[in-house]
């Protein structure tokens, strides 16, 4: 008794141990700076437990699985930085420490190793965060992983052409010249009174306007204790344009004139030039070419802004053109591994500013007087040119007629680069002056530079009586592990008549534990006085609260004495406020002195207040500036803190477009809420007027604009230009309107009806199209037959639904199209009800005609359907000869339209439709050597399409079809192009299928037997109520065999049978093909159990008299637009699958793998991985339409994949 009643207790527990302790569910991984992805992971005791190689695969950390899934190794970022998960030690070993796991932290599938989560942020430092309640895991980490780092470079690489000013954006809006426009006003005020002393006052007002298309900028200046003065003024007039390469600025007024004479007071005059109003960066580039690990990404970085990138080829080799600007190019290159590795190398190129590009011309040409005692005449011609790129010349004349003895002083000039790092540089100008710059800079960033000038002795050009100068540098940079420093030593030796003066200076600055340290020595030395050598100490520390405290002293070497001493304190209060306090003592003359300020950064102002005690003496100090920036177009008036005049800047002003023609007509309104970013400028926005005010904008530069639409206050609000270059005008604001598309949506229903019954259909395609029968979208239906398509412009539309799938489907579309149009309005407009009723065009019992029996299609009217009943005739051989079938099929697409022409009707042949132009080339030459028509390759809709035409009536057409047949195509369109006045538009479209090719040759007769095409065998895999569960398995089966499907009707159920097997045998391999697939319900038939006659034809015949008429053979080809009666003896067998789904793109062979399998457990498709160089491919084979992988699309979109499109697979692969 006590053995019964254990036995059950027993079994119970063993099938207790058999069932998971877990649920396998799909989890959402949620990482700051990356985002949401779903991941499957285990649920045990409301723990989460993750996939270790799918999570760091997500993160981009290097995992190697072991083939038993027992372990996983790898390295965490570094390299150095080794680990081990053993689940048969249930150990992690990490930075070379064990991590002891607890009991069951690890558990193994058949597919993965899953690791408890709280283990990812004790051992990695990912910290996880599961909500049992949302099933998400929230990771949080203070490392910058691989994956974040990838998603930064990326967001860089993505800037590199906006770097380099070649950012593509959809609307280009250039300079603009009114007449007139005022826009910027700055203004200063500067005060000062000692109590019982004196005070003083001085003002500044500049104002900016355009006039007559030119920059106008006038600056007025005034001082209280001082009389006005004329020269103390500023005005001029400057006309630009840029793309003008003879003249791009023309300047009028107080000109720079750049000048070699000593110059004290402004120039009034005219100066012309080609020199652009944009600061040259890119001096040119130079090939770089060098060598790392193979497959690894090199960054181009110059000055600190990454430029370009590549990734090293098998061997490492690389190569970049590196773009050098003005001054001293930085240039760094950052190597990356596949697996967070990261190397740095640097070098440094100095280009000096007056180097120019190869064969680049540049002059400036100046005149005018001088505001001196005299009024003297003053004009000076420069012209340089790039020689070469490693040589610029230039020469030029300056004319002062102040200067009796030689006003005309010509001169030349050159600048010679030897080396990266090696500069010289020289000019000359006769009866003046000569001067030559060394410049050479070490591979350790050591720079030395040498200025020697030369003095005329008696040359009036130049103030001062200088003999001769030199000035030598030498500059270290140094870093003693945390420690960075720059040392500088300096020489400067000035020789007067009978007498040298000597300057030295050493300098030391640096940085160390969050405090800054600068350490200058100056040495004065003359013959006239003792050595004077000092030197000065200035610290600065960054205390809490936002305190700064700045101690600086000066010493004096020689006289072994303190100089000064001062101690500043800065606080910043107020987010905009700075509190400054300041106590200063000077040893020689025995002051002190202690200030107290307080600045405030106003909207519209800056100010600033402070007082100063110099020993009994108190100044009390006030100032403020500020701007005005005025727009008239959008009645925009604004005070601003900093200065705008000859800035610009733009207003960018959204409407609703309701008649859809791009332009702000009256009475369309403003569109709010826009999103909007910029390269450049300080943006503000008014609620109030719904325009954006960008200022503060270098002008006659082209800056970029980018909008976004998401946060609009109606979601029928689009934006069909998201991109704008805007090139700015001097002081004015620059007014873009962007026109806001209000668009409509058009929603409808898709149902097959069977027996009276109908029902919603999913994954039917349908197309939109505009009223001039171009394609404006397609949508695909939901499960429940329901479809939605968002995006269309107000006009008049049709849609109907895709002709290609329902051929492929045996249905018909009722209506055949549904024509609507979408109204204005400012909330958009909204069209239901078009609903379609899809209908089969009758899947019935096959029918075999015996030898002496001829079968008629059965035609019936069904709602406007013509129903044929395919018929299979069987023809014996004739007498005394044998007789080989060809058996091969045609699909021909009849389409009739109606051309504006008033030429003849004519006739065209299509075929092909190719997203890679190369694939429609190869095809159109095959085609071209097969015939002598003409054909022709065009894209449309975004495929290459190839067309043959050139024939004088359908007969003609006729004769070339099997021609066309003959080069591997099994589908064409045929075109029949009538002439008539009206617009295009397609009256008609049938599909039929044609040409069975049947060769007759003599050939002796044998006695051997032969084997039969079909031994009767057949393999059913299902029967159902309904044909849309039908043409899901028949689509799966053409994808997972080569064989021919047929779907039978029998009492009501949809059989779905395979035919073609040459034997018993082939059954037998053929069923793991199919259970491999997920076809699990087979069934082996065999031909008594089918309900069809036997065919049982012999590939070669004795000739006998056949027992129908002999022209019955020779029937000709049926006219496409009749039924065509297919004679044939077997059926045509399948045609080859050409098109390719392509999912995925991988580094990996692992992961590629895991995505197969991942497609083939989900989908039940055949997939292959294809190897191309370093990376594997995963696509999905077996389609032979483009339109069966439409359908897919959300599939694998639903699975993660995002590399997703198709294509056609070249002849060659076929």
Not at 53 to 78: C, Q, R, Y
Not at 82 to 107: A, D, M
Not at 423 to 428: A, C, F, P, T, W
Not at 578 to 606: C, K, P, W
């Amino acid at each position: 008794m006590m053995f019964f009643i254990w036995l059950p207790v027993s079994t119970a527990m063993v099938y207790a141990q058999d069932e998971p302790l877990y649920d396998e569910i799909p989890l959402y991984i949620k990482i700051p700076h990356i985002g949401i992805r779903e991941i499957d992971a285990l649920i045990r005791n409301e723990e989460a437990y993750l996939p270790v190689a799918d999570l760091f695969n997500f993160l981009k950390i290097k995992n190697v699985v072991s083939n038993d899934l027992e372990t996983v190794t790898g390295f965490f970022i570094n390299p150095d930085d080794s680990y081990t998960i053993s689940r048969e030690k249930n150990q992690i070993e990490f930075g070379g420490k064990v991590f002891q796991l607890e009991e069951e932290s690890l558990i193994r599938t058949e597919s993965n190793l899953y690791l408890r989560s709280v283990y990812y942020g004790r051992v990695f430092g990912l910290d996880c965060h599961f909500s049992f309640r949302d099933l998400t895991v929230t990771i949080e980490t203070k490392t910058e992983l691989p994956a974040i780092r990838e998603m930064r470079q990326e967001e860089m690489r993505r800037n590199i052409t906006r770097l380099k000013g070649e950012v593509q954006a959809d609307t280009i809006i250039g300079r603009t010249y009114p007449a007139f426009r005022f826009g910027m006003a700055d203004w200063s005020a500067y005060t000062s009174q000692q109590p019982g002393g004196k005070s003083e006052a001085r003002f500044n007002l500049a104002l900016g306007s355009v006039i007559a298309g030119g920059e106008a900028s006038a600056s007025l200046t005034m001082y209280t204790n001082t009389p006005f003065s004329e020269k103390q003024q500023y005005y001029m007039w400057r006309h630009v344009n840029n793309d003008r390469s003879w003249m791009r600025q023309l300047m009028v007024g107080k000109i720079h004139t750049n000048a070699t004479s000593s110059l004290f007071n402004p120039v009034v005059g005219v100066q012309v030039t080609n020199t652009p109003t944009t600061f040259r960066r890119s001096f040119g580039t130079y090939a770089l070419t060098d060598r790392t690990e193979p497959g690894w990404t090199v960054e181009l970085y110059v000055n600190n802004v990454l430029v370009d990138y590549v990734k090293a080829d098998a061997s490492g080799f690389f190569s970049f053109e590196v773009p050098l600007v003005y001054g001293n190019t930085l240039v760094k290159l950052k190597f990356y591994g596949p697996w967070g590795e990261e190397r740095t190398r640097e070098q440094n190129i100095t280009i000096p500013f007056n180097f120019m590009p190869h064969r680049e011309l540049e002059y400036t040409v100046s005149a005018g007087v001088v505001e001196d005692s005299a009024w003297s005449r003053f004009s000076r011609a420069d012209l340089r040119y790039g020689a070469t790129r490693h040589i610029t010349l230039g020469a030029g004349v300056e004319y002062l007629s102040s200067i009796t003895d030689a006003p005309v002083m010509p001169f030349v000039n050159a600048s010679v680069r030897i080396a990266n790092n090696f500069l010289i540089s020289g000019d000359y100008t006769h009866g003046v002056r000569a001067r030559g710059t060394m410049t050479y800079r070490l591979p350790s960033n050591i720079q030395m530079d040498l200025n020697y000038i030369w003095y005329n002795r008696n040359q009036k050009a130049i103030s001062y009586n200088y003999l001769d100068e030199i000035k030598a540098s030498l500059s270290v940079p140094v870093r003693i592990k945390k420690i960075g420093a720059y040392s500088r030593l300096s020489y400067h030796r000035i020789n007067f008549p009978g007498s040298l003066y000597t300057t030295a200076e050493w300098m030391l600055a640096g940085a160390m534990s969050g405090m800054s340290v600068n350490m200058t020595t100056y040495g004065i030395f003359s013959e006239y006085f003792d050595p004077n050598v000092y030197g000065q100490l200035a610290l600065g520390f960054r205390l809490p609260a936002n305190f700064v405290i700045m101690p600086q002293a000066q010493y004096n070497y020689t006289a072994n004495e303190f100089i000064t001493s001062k101690v500043s304190l800065e606080k910043r209060i107020f987010e905009r406020g700075y509190l400054n306090l300041s106590v200063e003592h000077n040893f020689r003359n025995d002051i002190t002195m202690g200030e107290l300020g307080m600045r405030y950064d106003f909207s519209f102002a800056q100010v600033g207040v402070s007082a100063r005690q110099s020993n009994e003496i108190t100044t009390l100090v006030q100032y403020a500036r500020g701007s005005l920036i005025n727009d008239k177009k959008t009645s925009y008036l604004k005070a601003n803190n900093r200065t705008n005049v000859g800035r610009g800047g733009i207003s960018v002003l959204a409407f609703l477009d309701l008649n859809a023609n791009g332009k702000h007509d009256e009475g369309e309104p403003k569109a709010g809420n826009l999103a909007l970013r910029s390269n450049s400028g300080r943006i503000e926005y008014s609620e109030k007027d719904s325009v954006f005010h960008i200022t503060g904008m270098e002008p006659y530069v082209k800056h970029f604009i980018e909008l976004d639409e998401s946060n609009f206050n109606d979601i029928s609000w689009r934006l069909h230009k998201k991109s704008y270059a805007v090139v700015t005008d001097a002081n004015m604001l620059k007014l873009i309107e962007v026109p806001v598309s209000v668009e409509g949506e058009a929603t409808g229903m898709v149902m097959v009806e069977k027996d009276g019954v109908r029902s919603g259909q999913g994954r039917i395609i349908l197309n939109i199209y505009r009223d001039d029968h171009s394609l404006k979208g397609r949508v695909l239906t939901e499960q429940d037959g329901y479809f939605s398509y968002f995006g269309l412009e107000p006009g008049s539309y049709y849609i109907r639904v895709d002709t290609a799938q329902l051929g492929r489907l045996n249905l018909v579309a009722v209506p055949d199209s549904i024509a609507f149009s979408i109204k204005s309005a400012k909330e958009g407009d909204y069209v239901e009800g078009l609903d379609f009723i899809l209908r089969t065009t009758g899947i019935l019992p096959d029918a075999v005609a015996l030898p002496d029996t001829t079968a008629v299609a059965d035609e019936t009217e069904v709602a406007g359907i013509l129903v044929r009943t395919d018929t299979l005739k069987v023809v014996p051989p004739q007498a005394e000869r044998t007789v080989v079938k060809d058996t091969s099929y045609l699909v021909i697409h009849e389409v009739t339209r109606e051309l504006m022409t008033i030429t003849e009707d004519y006739y065209a042949v299509q075929f092909g439709a190719f997203r890679n132009k190369l694939y429609a080339e190869i095809m159109k030459k095959k085609v071209e050597g097969a015939l002598d028509k003409n054909v022709e390759l065009f894209e449309e809709d975004g495929f290459w399409k190839v067309r043959i035409t050139g024939f004088d009536d359908r007969e003609d057409l006729d004769k070339y079809i099997p021609v066309i047949h003959g080069q591997g195509i099994t589908e064409i369109w045929v075109i029949s192009n009538r002439a008539v006045r009206d617009a295009w538009r397609t009256l008609t479209r049938e599909d039929s299928l044609a040409v069975v090719k049947e060769t007759i040759t003599e050939e002796p007769i044998t006695e051997e037997p032969i084997p039969v095409v079909i031994r009767g065998t057949t393999v059913q895999l299902g029967a159902f109520n309904t044909l849309e569960e039908t043409v899901s398995m028949s689509d799966r089966l053409l994808a997972a065999a080569e064989k021919l499907v047929t779907v039978r009707n029998e009492e009501g159920l949809f059989k779905v049978q395979i035919t073609g097997f040459a034997d018993t045998n082939e059954v037998r391999e053929f069923i793991p093909l199919l259970r491999k697939h997920g076809f699990d319900d087979i069934f082996v038939l065999h031909e008594t159990e089918t309900g069809l006659v036997p065919v049982v034809p012999a590939a070669v015949v004795p000739a006998v008299e056949p027992p129908v008429e002999p022209e019955r053979a020779e029937q000709p080809v049926a006219e496409p637009e009749k039924p065509v009666v297919i004679e044939e003896i077997v059926a045509p067998p399948p045609p080859l699958p050409r098109f390719v789904l392509h999912a995925g793109n991988f580094h990996r062979r692992a992961d590629a793998e895991r995505a197969k399998q991942k497609i083939e457990k989900r989908l039940k498709l055949p997939v292959e991985i294809i190897e191309e160089w370093d990376n594997y491919r995963v696509v999905v084979t077996g389609f032979f339409t483009r339109e069966e992988t439409y359908p897919y699309y959300p599939e694998l979109a639903g699975l993660g994949f995002t590399d997703i499109f198709v294509y056609e697979k070249p002849l060659t692969e076929r």
